[in-house]
C-alpha cells in the first residue's frame, strides 16, 4: 500500500459559505505533513473531516485504501467507524476526561472496546506514559496537571490504540510558549519513529523542523506545497511569502 | 422547657418522623431516574417526545407544590368517569404528588449537568473509537452526576422540609404530631422539638452530600 490518506477534491460547505474549495492531496506512510495557513483558511475543517467530526459535501477521503467517502457518499455507519479507528487525533485543547486519572484517560477505550487483554492495556499505558515523560503522573486527575503535561497525555492516550496515522490540530495554540517545546519534542520523536502524521500547526520553525513536507492552505484551497525547503526557502507564490513573513 | 415532658412527646414524634423519612426516601429513589429519563427526553431528537417534557417540566415547576398534592389526594377522584378509580390512599397519592414535582426539578438540574459538558468531550470519546452510548455512559453521565452534585444535595434538602406539607393532606407525619401535641398540651416545646428532629435529617444529608463530593471531586 503506498498511500495511507488519498483525498480528492473535498468540498464543505456551511450553508451558502465554502469552507473547504476542492482541496485534494495524499499522504504515504512514514510522512509527516504539516499544515500551516491563516485562521480560517479551513485547516483544521479538513483535518477533523478526516475523522469524521466534519461531515465533508462533496469529494473523496480514502484511508489505507478503504473509501471513507467516494464522492460525496459515505461508506455504512460500521465502515466509517473501523475507518476511521486507524487514526489517532490530538485536540488543541486536548479533551481529556476531566472525571479520570491519567491512567484512566489511556485505558478507557481499550478497556471499553475489550480488543486487548487487561494486562497488556496496562503495560501499555505504562510504557507510553514513560515514552511522554509522564510515568510519575499516572494516578493525578487532569486537572493539577500543566497545558504541556495534558498534551503530552493527550497524545498518549491516542497511541493507546495503535493508530497507523495521527492527526494533529493545532496541539499547541492553546500552550503558553515556554510549555510547546515539551509537546514538540514528543511529536518529533514520532516523526523519527516513522509515525504517519498530518500536523495542523502555527509552530513555523517546528513545521520547518519535522515536516517532510508543507501544505499551505489559503481561502478553503491548497495554495501551494512542497518540501520544508521549497516552502520557507522560495515559496512560488506571493501570498505564502506574505504569510510567513508576518509570523 | 421540661425534659421529662420533651422525653414524653418524643415517643409519637419520631413515630411521625418515620413517615416524614419513609416519604423522603421514596421520593428521592424514584424521582431521581424520572427526571434523569425526563432530561433525555427533552433532549431527544424526536420533537414530540421533547414537546412532552419540555411541557411536564413548565407544569410541574410553574404551579405550587401545596396545589398538586391536593389535587392528586382529592382532586382525581372528582374527574368525571375515571375518578372512582383513581381514589388513592392518601400517603401513595400524596408521594406521586412529590415524585412527579421532584421529577421536574431534578430533570431541570441535570440538563444543567449535560449543558456544561463540553463538545470536545464527545469528539474526543468518538476519536477513540466509543459509541455514542458507550460515551454516554462513561464519559457524559458520570461528569453530569459530578456537575449536578451540588444542586441535588440542595434540593434533597428542600425535599425534606416539604415533607411538612403532608400536613395539608391529613397524613400524619412529624409537624402533624407536633401541631396536635401543642393544641392539647398548650405548649410550645413539641414545635422546638419538631424544629430539631428536621435539622438533625438535614444534617446527615449535609453530611451525607459534603462526603459525596470529596469523594468525587478529580483532583
Same mark, same amino acid.
Given at each position: 500500500?503506498?498511500?495511507?490518506?488519498?483525498?480528492?477534491?473535498?468540498?464543505?460547505?456551511?450553508?451558502?459559505?465554502?469552507?473547504? $474549495?476542492?482541496?485534494?492531496?495524499?499522504?504515504?506512510?512514514?510522512?509527516?505533513?504539516?499544515?500551516?495557513?491563516?485562521?480560517?483558511?479551513?485547516?483544521?475543517?479538513?483535518?477533523?473531516?478526516?475523522?469524521?467530526?466534519?461531515?465533508?459535501?462533496?469529494?473523496?477521503?480514502?484511508?489505507?485504501?478503504?473509501? &471513507?467517502?467516494?464522492?460525496?457518499?459515505?461508506?455504512?455507519?460500521?465502515?466509517?467507524?473501523?475507518?476511521?479507528?486507524?487514526?489517532?487525533?490530538?485536540?488543541?485543547?486536548?479533551?481529556?476526561?476531566?472525571?479520570?486519572?491519567?491512567?484512566?484517560?489511556?485505558?478507557?477505550?481499550?478497556?471499553?472496546?475489550?480488543?486487548?487483554?487487561?494486562?497488556?492495556?496496562?503495560?501499555?499505558?505504562?510504557?507510553?506514559?514513560?515514552?511522554?515523560?509522564?510515568?510519575?503522573?499516572?494516578?493525578?486527575?487532569?486537572?493539577?496537571?500543566?497545558?504541556?503535561?495534558?498534551?503530552?497525555?493527550?497524545?498518549?492516550?491516542?497511541?493507546?490504540?495503535?493508530?497507523?496515522?495521527?492527526?494533529?490540530?493545532?496541539?499547541?495554540?492553546?500552550?503558553?510558549?515556554?510549555?510547546?517545546?515539551?509537546?514538540?519534542?514528543?511529536?518529533?520523536?514520532?516523526?523519527?519513529?516513522?509515525?504517519?502524521?498530518?500536523?495542523?500547526?502555527?509552530?513555523?520553525?517546528?513545521?520547518?523542523?519535522?515536516?517532510?513536507?508543507?501544505?499551505?492552505?489559503?481561502?478553503?484551497?491548497?495554495?501551494?506545497?512542497?518540501?520544508?525547503?521549497?516552502?520557507?526557502?522560495?515559496?512560488?507564490?506571493?501570498?505564502?511569502?506574505?504569510?510567513?513573513?508576518?509570523? | 422547657?421540661?425534659?421529662?415532658?420533651?422525653?414524653?412527646?418524643?415517643?409519637?414524634?419520631?413515630?411521625?418522623?418515620?413517615?416524614?423519612?419513609?416519604?423522603?426516601?421514596?421520593?428521592?429513589?424514584?424521582?431521581?431516574?424520572?427526571?434523569?429519563?425526563?432530561?433525555?427526553?427533552?433532549?431527544?431528537?424526536?420533537?414530540?417526545?421533547?414537546?412532552?417534557?419540555?411541557?411536564?417540566?413548565?407544569?410541574?415547576?410553574?404551579?405550587?407544590?401545596?396545589?398538586?398534592?391536593?389535587?392528586?389526594?382529592?382532586?382525581?377522584?372528582?374527574?368525571?368517569?375515571?375518578?372512582?378509580?383513581?381514589?388513592?390512599?392518601?400517603?401513595?397519592?400524596?408521594?406521586?404528588?412529590?415524585?412527579?414535582?421532584?421529577?421536574?426539578?431534578?430533570?431541570?438540574?441535570?440538563?444543567?449537568?449535560?449543558?456544561?459538558?463540553?463538545?470536545?468531550?464527545?469528539?474526543?470519546? $468518538?476519536?477513540?473509537?466509543?459509541?455514542?452510548?458507550?460515551?454516554?455512559?462513561?464519559?457524559?453521565?458520570?461528569?453530569?452526576?459530578?456537575?449536578?452534585?451540588?444542586?441535588?444535595?440542595?434540593?434533597?434538602?428542600? &425535599?425534606? $422540609?416539604?415533607?411538612?406539607?403532608?400536613?395539608?393532606?391529613?397524613?400524619?407525619?412529624?409537624?402533624?404530631?407536633? $401541631?396536635?401535641?401543642?393544641?392539647?398540651?398548650?405548649?410550645?416545646?413539641?414545635?422546638?422539638?419538631?424544629?430539631?428532629?428536621?435539622?438533625?435529617?438535614?444534617?446527615?444529608?449535609?453530611?451525607?452530600?459534603?462526603?459525596?463530593?470529596?469523594?468525587?471531586?478529580?483532583?
Amino acid at each position: 500500500m503506498n498511500t495511507m490518506i488519498e483525498v480528492k477534491e473535498l468540498q464543505k460547505s456551511f450553508g451558502s459559505l465554502e469552507v473547504l $474549495k476542492k482541496v485534494s492531496f495524499s499522504v504515504s506512510p512514514g510522512e509527516a505533513v504539516a499544515v500551516i495557513g491563516p485562521s480560517g483558511s479551513g485547516k483544521s475543517t479538513m483535518l477533523r473531516s478526516l475523522v469524521h467530526l466534519e461531515e465533508i459535501t462533496g469529494g473523496s477521503i480514502v484511508i489505507q485504501g478503504k473509501p &471513507l467517502v467516494e464522492n460525496g457518499k459515505y461508506a455504512g455507519a460500521s465502515d466509517i467507524r473501523t475507518i476511521t479507528a486507524s487514526m489517532g487525533m490530538v485536540f488543541q485543547h486536548f479533551n481529556l476526561f476531566p472525571h479520570l486519572t491519567v491512567r484512566g484517560n489511556l485505558e478507557l477505550a481499550p478497556r471499553t472496546l475489550k480488543r486487548e487483554k487487561v494486562a497488556a492495556i496496562e503495560a501499555k499505558s505504562r510504557d507510553l506514559l514513560a515514552k511522554v515523560g509522564l510515568a510519575d503522573k499516572a494516578d493525578v486527575y487532569p486537572s493539577m496537571l500543566s497545558g504541556g503535561q495534558k498534551q503530552r497525555v493527550a497524545i498518549a492516550r491516542a497511541l493507546m490504540l495503535n493508530p497507523d496515522i495521527l492527526l494533529f490540530d493545532e496541539p499547541t495554540s492553546a500552550l503558553d510558549p515556554e510549555l510547546t517545546g515539551e509537546v514538540l519534542r514528543v511529536i518529533r520523536q514520532l516523526a523519527d519513529e516513522q509515525m504517519t502524521m498530518i500536523i495542523v500547526t502555527h509552530e513555523m520553525n517546528f513545521a520547518r523542523d519535522v515536516a517532510d513536507r508543507i501544505i499551505f492552505m489559503d481561502k478553503g484551497e491548497i495554495a501551494e506545497s512542497g518540501t520544508p525547503e521549497q516552502i520557507f526557502g522560495s515559496p512560488r507564490l506571493e501570498r505564502t511569502r506574505l504569510f510567513l513573513n508576518q509570523g | 422547657m421540661n425534659f421529662d415532658y420533651i422525653i414524653q412527646i418524643s415517643g409519637p414524634m419520631l413515630e411521625g418522623a418515620r413517615t416524614t423519612v419513609l416519604l423522603f426516601l421514596i421520593v428521592i429513589a424514584l424521582s431521581i431516574p424520572l427526571g434523569f429519563v425526563v432530561t433525555l427526553m427533552a433532549k431527544s431528537a424526536l420533537k414530540p417526545l421533547a414537546w412532552m417534557a419540555h411541557s411536564y417540566i413548565y407544569v410541574m415547576r410553574g404551579t405550587p407544590l401545596l396545589l398538586q398534592l391536593l389535587f392528586f389526594c382529592f382532586g382525581l377522584p372528582q374527574i368525571p368517569v375515571i375518578g372512582e378509580y383513581l381514589v388513592l390512599d392518601r400517603f401513595v397519592a400524596a408521594s406521586l404528588g412529590f415524585i412527579l414535582n421532584y421529577g421536574a426539578y431534578f430533570a431541570e438540574i441535570f440538563r444543567g449537568g449535560l449543558l456544561s459538558i463540553d463538545k470536545g468531550q464527545h469528539e474526543a470519546a $468518538k476519536v477513540l473509537g466509543l459509541s455514542k452510548w458507550q460515551t454516554l455512559r462513561k464519559v457524559i453521565l458520570a461528569q453530569m452526576f459530578r456537575v449536578a452534585l451540588p444542586a441535588v444535595a440542595n434540593e434533597s434538602i428542600s &425535599l425534606v $422540609k416539604d415533607t411538612a406539607l403532608l400536613y395539608a393532606v391529613a397524613v400524619p407525619e412529624l409537624l402533624n404530631y407536633a $401541631k396536635t401535641a401543642v393544641n392539647r398540651d398548650f405548649t410550645v416545646t413539641p414545635f422546638v422539638v419538631a424544629g430539631v428532629i428536621y435539622l438533625l435529617m438535614t444534617l446527615v444529608l449535609t453530611l451525607f452530600f459534603k462526603a459525596l463530593e470529596r469523594r468525587f471531586k478529580f483532583e
